[in-house]
Protein backbone atom coordinates (compact mmCIF):
# COMPACT_ATOMS: atom_id res chain seq x y z
CA UNK A 1 0.00 0.00 0.00
CA UNK A 2 2.71 2.52 0.55
CA UNK A 3 4.46 2.00 -2.26
CA UNK A 4 0.95 2.82 -4.05
CA UNK A 5 0.47 5.70 -1.79
CA UNK A 6 4.45 7.64 -2.89
CA UNK A 7 2.61 7.41 -6.33
CA UNK A 8 -0.20 9.28 -5.94
CA UNK A 9 1.47 13.01 -5.91
CA UNK A 10 2.14 11.18 -10.21
CA UNK A 11 -1.30 9.92 -10.41
CA UNK A 12 -2.25 13.41 -9.03
CA UNK A 13 0.09 15.24 -11.86
CA UNK A 14 -1.84 12.79 -14.76
CA UNK A 15 -5.15 13.88 -13.53
CA UNK A 16 -4.02 17.81 -13.25
CA UNK A 17 -2.65 17.56 -16.85
CA UNK A 18 -5.37 15.92 -18.96
CA UNK A 19 -7.58 18.80 -17.29
CA UNK A 20 -5.72 21.33 -18.07
CA UNK A 21 -5.10 19.59 -21.82
CA UNK A 22 -8.90 19.65 -22.11
CA UNK A 23 -8.48 23.46 -22.89
CA UNK A 24 -7.83 22.48 -26.26
CA UNK A 25 -11.48 20.69 -26.82
CA UNK A 26 -14.84 21.53 -27.14
CA UNK A 27 -16.14 23.43 -24.36
CA UNK A 28 -19.62 24.65 -25.02
CA UNK A 29 -22.12 23.74 -27.90
CA UNK A 30 -25.77 24.23 -28.26
CA UNK A 31 -28.36 21.73 -28.35
CA UNK A 32 -28.47 20.21 -31.44
CA UNK A 33 -24.51 18.99 -30.39
CA UNK A 34 -23.03 21.87 -32.71
CA UNK A 35 -19.87 22.98 -31.06
CA UNK A 36 -19.54 26.89 -30.27
CA UNK A 37 -16.12 27.33 -29.15
CA UNK A 38 -13.21 24.71 -27.34
CA UNK A 39 -11.92 25.58 -24.29
CA UNK A 40 -9.08 28.06 -25.19
CA UNK A 41 -11.83 30.25 -26.76
CA UNK A 42 -13.35 30.20 -23.49
CA UNK A 43 -10.74 30.97 -21.44
CA UNK A 44 -8.44 33.39 -23.37
CA UNK A 45 -11.50 35.01 -25.64
CA UNK A 46 -11.63 35.53 -29.38
CA UNK A 47 -13.95 36.49 -32.07
CA UNK A 48 -16.57 34.07 -32.38
CA UNK A 49 -17.91 34.82 -35.67
CA UNK A 50 -18.50 37.92 -37.79
CA UNK A 51 -20.49 39.48 -40.72
CA UNK A 52 -17.84 41.91 -41.87
CA UNK A 53 -18.22 45.46 -40.27
CA UNK A 54 -21.98 45.13 -40.28
CA UNK A 55 -21.84 42.35 -36.74
CA UNK A 56 -19.45 40.89 -34.77
CA UNK A 57 -19.10 38.63 -31.53
CA UNK A 58 -16.47 38.46 -29.20
CA UNK A 59 -15.59 36.37 -26.13
CA UNK A 60 -13.68 37.74 -23.32
CA UNK A 61 -10.92 37.14 -20.94
CA UNK A 62 -12.01 34.60 -18.36
CA UNK A 63 -9.74 34.59 -15.48
CA UNK A 64 -11.82 32.01 -13.82
CA UNK A 65 -11.85 29.62 -16.65
CA UNK A 66 -8.36 29.90 -16.76
CA UNK A 67 -8.37 29.47 -12.67
CA UNK A 68 -10.19 25.97 -12.85
CA UNK A 69 -8.19 24.82 -16.21
CA UNK A 70 -4.99 25.88 -14.98
CA UNK A 71 -4.87 26.00 -11.14
CA UNK A 72 -4.31 22.31 -10.16
CA UNK A 73 -1.42 21.60 -12.49
CA UNK A 74 -0.16 24.33 -11.21
CA UNK A 75 -0.25 23.33 -7.79
CA UNK A 76 0.65 20.02 -8.27
CA UNK A 77 4.10 20.98 -10.03
CA UNK A 78 4.52 23.13 -6.29
CA UNK A 79 3.49 20.00 -4.43
CA UNK A 80 5.84 17.56 -6.12
CA UNK A 81 8.62 19.71 -6.32
CA UNK A 82 7.72 20.23 -2.44
CA UNK A 83 8.06 16.54 -1.53
CA UNK A 84 11.44 16.08 -3.67
CA UNK A 85 12.39 19.02 -1.98
CA UNK A 86 11.65 17.57 1.31
CA UNK A 87 12.66 14.32 2.74
CA UNK A 88 11.11 14.34 5.51
CA UNK A 89 7.39 14.63 6.58
CA UNK A 90 6.13 17.80 6.42
CA UNK A 91 2.48 19.34 7.10
CA UNK A 92 3.11 21.93 4.34
CA UNK A 93 2.31 18.35 2.26
CA UNK A 94 -1.10 18.32 4.13
CA UNK A 95 -1.60 21.81 3.00
CA UNK A 96 -0.75 22.11 -0.50
CA UNK A 97 -2.59 18.63 -0.71
CA UNK A 98 -5.83 20.53 0.52
CA UNK A 99 -5.32 23.24 -1.63
CA UNK A 100 -5.36 21.26 -4.59
CA UNK A 101 -8.84 19.30 -3.49
CA UNK A 102 -10.03 22.88 -3.66
CA UNK A 103 -8.67 23.47 -6.90
CA UNK A 104 -10.12 20.58 -8.73
CA UNK A 105 -13.45 20.93 -6.74
CA UNK A 106 -13.45 24.66 -8.21
CA UNK A 107 -12.77 23.54 -11.21
CA UNK A 108 -15.77 20.67 -11.33
CA UNK A 109 -17.71 23.59 -10.30
CA UNK A 110 -16.93 26.26 -12.88
CA UNK A 111 -16.70 23.43 -15.64
CA UNK A 112 -20.48 22.62 -14.92
CA UNK A 113 -21.12 26.04 -14.95
CA UNK A 114 -18.76 26.86 -17.87
CA UNK A 115 -21.23 28.97 -20.41
CA UNK A 116 -22.09 31.31 -16.87
CA UNK A 117 -18.77 32.04 -16.50
CA UNK A 118 -17.76 32.73 -20.64
CA UNK A 119 -18.77 36.15 -21.46
CA UNK A 120 -19.37 37.88 -24.84
CA UNK A 121 -19.99 41.09 -26.81
CA UNK A 122 -22.41 41.43 -29.52
CA UNK A 123 -21.74 44.48 -32.07
CA UNK A 124 -24.56 45.17 -34.67
CA UNK A 125 -23.94 48.51 -36.25
CA UNK A 126 -22.09 50.12 -33.68
CA UNK A 127 -24.31 49.06 -30.96
CA UNK A 128 -22.49 46.67 -28.33
CA UNK A 129 -24.40 43.93 -25.75
CA UNK A 130 -23.05 41.54 -23.42
CA UNK A 131 -24.42 38.41 -22.66
CA UNK A 132 -23.10 35.30 -21.21
CA UNK A 133 -23.15 31.52 -22.80
CA UNK A 134 -25.55 29.96 -19.87
CA UNK A 135 -27.83 28.76 -22.55
CA UNK A 136 -25.09 27.01 -24.16
CA UNK A 137 -24.29 23.16 -23.44
CA UNK A 138 -21.20 22.01 -22.15
CA UNK A 139 -19.66 19.68 -24.57
CA UNK A 140 -17.03 16.84 -24.68
CA UNK A 141 -13.89 18.17 -23.41
CA UNK A 142 -15.43 20.14 -20.55
CA UNK A 143 -16.99 16.56 -19.64
CA UNK A 144 -14.34 14.91 -19.79
CA UNK A 145 -12.82 17.91 -17.30
CA UNK A 146 -15.55 17.13 -15.28
CA UNK A 147 -14.48 13.55 -15.20
CA UNK A 148 -10.59 14.72 -14.29
CA UNK A 149 -11.21 16.97 -11.97
CA UNK A 150 -13.18 14.88 -9.98
CA UNK A 151 -10.78 11.63 -10.15
CA UNK A 152 -7.80 14.31 -9.64
CA UNK A 153 -9.97 15.51 -6.16
CA UNK A 154 -10.64 12.01 -5.00
CA UNK A 155 -7.07 11.18 -5.72
CA UNK A 156 -5.45 13.92 -3.83
CA UNK A 157 -8.21 13.32 -1.24
CA UNK A 158 -6.32 9.73 -0.57
CA UNK A 159 -3.09 11.55 -0.60
CA UNK A 160 -3.78 14.06 1.99
CA UNK A 161 -5.37 11.62 4.08
CA UNK A 162 -2.34 9.14 4.16
CA UNK A 163 -0.08 12.11 4.17
CA UNK A 164 -1.94 13.27 7.75
CA UNK A 165 -1.89 9.89 8.95
CA UNK A 166 1.98 10.33 9.02
CA UNK A 167 2.13 13.25 10.88
CA UNK A 168 -0.31 12.12 13.75
Do not use: C, R
Not at 82 to 91: C, D, E, G, I, N
Amino acid sequence: MKKYIKSLPVVILFFSILLAAMITLGALQTDNGEVIMNGIKATFGGNVGSIGGFASVDVAFSFINAVAYLAPVILVIILIYTVMSHKTKSPLFVSIAILIIASFVFSFVILLNLGAYTTGTVEVLGIEGTYTYEAAVISTGAILGLIFSAGGALTALIYTVSEFKKLS
